[in-house]
């Protein structure tokens, strides 16, 4: 009776540690340099941090120009664009 006892505790235990070695494994494939490349190549948003959709104009252009329509500022300049999300 003891000796059954002792198996199910020995079984027990090697299924945590089962449990434990996958959950590692798992933290470590999320922190591989390969899915870091992937996320990469989307862009995160420079407010928030979160997936960028598109560009935004940063507002920083001395020489800006002036939609005549919307009247809104935008720049001939792509370095004055850095990546933002759908709320910003
Ligand atoms: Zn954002």
Do not use: W
Request: charged content about 20%; some cysteine.
């Amino acid at each position: 009776m003891s000796s059954n006892l002792t198996t199910l505790v020995i079984l027990v235990t090697l299924l945590h540690v089962g449990v434990f070695v996958i959950m590692i494994m798992i933290r470590l494939r999320r922190d591989e340099p390969g899915t870091a490349g992937e996320s990469a190549k989307i862009k995160s948003c420079a407010v928030c941090s979160q997936p960028a959709t598109h560009l935004g104009y940063d507002g920083l252009d001395p020489d800006e120009r002036h939609d005549p329509h919307t009247g809104r500022s935008y720049s001939i300049d792509m370095t004055h664009y850095q990546p933002l999300c759908a709320t910003h």
